[in-house]
């Protein structure tokens, strides 16, 4: 790879953000950091700005983005500072960038990922919800404005690996007959189902295998996250449904398989760590160091494969249904997850309570068409709304006290 990139880090201070960062600092000279993005944390990000120094930083939060700019221009930066959603979508679809790592985690990463996709940018995909909740919108701007997309998330970049290399999303003609989505089960695997009710925020916070932010590690706990990225490969593998398998794997050592009509099954194998499919998206496709130890398979030593169980895990569940309804439902359990997961680390309702939550918001709203994305995001609104009007509800129902914790709400009531 001989030409400079410029790369935008939408979400630089998250742990996507930082192994990206940590990439690109072991290839002095292959890649120029343009723009680094992220929401209030100032701390980190004046000091990805003291090693990196971007021409621009982005601060969703307005006051974070004053805080920002007294500390760069304190210790003699140029770095310019912006704020708000359409400074992100800016750097996002500035000129002189050409790959943009979209690592914002929620909603808010829709709409620079699309002013990205619009400006015919090579995307690396860590935003689950642009697909989730967005996913024909944003595949049909790819292909309008000739964009690129690599995922980035472990196990889709293990099915883009596995597939052919020049893959033109018909699985049928190039002899797939399934995609196995592998998934580490999370902290709750084994627990017996009656200790759920009184999960921590920090129990659901503590995944065996990988380091990851507050909200991804309760999506693992419940394997909402799994569900979310049952629908992105739909998306992006053109994949229906039933074409698309969830295999519980504990070890976390393969990342995903795709299985051949000719019996073959092809998988990427790896330690469990987000540097090697971001080091890959990277450098497609081509290869390079990315800093990630080598799998040691005498240490491993086995490999353990199960068969998710729905009344554990809910939420997977759910999240086949959203697709399988498609328009704005994919949206609405989206919303309703973020809105769950948020009081749930908040203290404000069990762990048992958030498929309870989100099932509830899905039934009581109305399947409609979102052929843009200005439906998607009032999809989203609406069922934003909706969760907080369940969880005014259920806790004055639950305690007689609104705002205090709902600790008798369960999956059972």
Not at 250 to 259: D, K, R
Not at 265 to 285: C, E, F, K
Not at 349 to 361: G, K, L, N, Y
Request: net charge negative; hydrophobic share 45%.
């Amino acid at each position: 790879m001989t030409k400079t990139r410029h790369l935008t880090i939408l979400g630089s201070t998250g742990s996507i953000g930082e192994s990206t960062l940590d990439v690109v600092a072991r290839h002095p000279g292959l890649y120029q950091v343009v723009a680094l993005t992220a929401d209030r944390n100032v701390e980190k990000m004046f000091e990805q700005c003291i090693q990196f120094h971007p021409p621009y930083a982005v601060m969703l939060d307005a006051q974070s983005a004053e805080q920002l700019e007294d500390r760069l221009h304190a210790a003699g930066l140029d770095t310019r500072v912006l704020s708000g959603i359409e400074s992100l979508e800016k750097v996002a679809s500035l000129p002189e960038i050409d790959t943009v790592m979209a690592a914002i985690v929620g909603a808010a990463g829709i709409r620079p990922t699309l002013a990205a996709a619009r400006t015919g940018k090579h995307i690396l995909l860590a935003n689950k919800e642009t697909l989730v909740m967005a996913g024909r919108v944003f595949m049909d701007t790819l292909r309008q404005h000739h964009a690129t997309l690599l995922p980035i998330d472990s196990e889709h970049n293990a099915i883009f690996q596995s597939l052919p290399q020049h893959f033109n999303g018909d699985l049928a003609g190039s002899g797939v007959r399934r995609i196995l989505l592998t998934a580490s089960g999370g902290p709750f695997r084994t627990v017996d189902l009656k200790m759920l009710e009184t999960v921590t925020p920090e129990q659901a916070c503590a995944h065996p295998n990988w380091v990851m932010g507050r909200k991804i590690s309760v999506d693992s706990a419940t394997m909402m996250n799994k569900g979310l990225e049952v629908i992105e490969a739909h998306w992006l593998f053109n994949a229906e449904p039933e074409k698309i398998q969830v295999v519980i794997h504990p070890q976390s050592v393969i990342h995903s398989m795709v299985e051949y009509i000719d019996g073959s099954v092809l998988a990427q194998l790896g330690n469990p760590d987000m540097r090697t499919p971001i080091a890959h998206a990277l450098s497609y496709p081509e290869r390079m160091e990315s800093g990630v130890q080598s799998l040691d398979m005498f240490k491993v030593a086995r490999l353990d494969f199960e068969s998710p169980d729905f009344k554990r895990f809910p939420c997977l569940r759910l999240a086949y249904e959203a697709l399988a309804a498609g328009g704005n439902m994919p949206a609405v359990l989206n919303a309703a997850n973020e809105v769950a997961v948020e009081v749930f680390l908040a203290g404000r309702i069990p762990f048992t309570a958030i498929p309870v939550m989100i099932e509830d918001v899905m039934k009581s709203t109305e399947r409609r068409d979102v052929p843009d994305l200005e439906g998607v995001l009032l999809a989203d609104l609406q069922a934003r709304a909706t969760a907080r009007e369940w969880l005014a509800c259920n806790i004055r129902q639950s305690t007689g006290q609104p705002g205090k914790p709902a600790s008798s709400l369960s999956a059972g009531q």
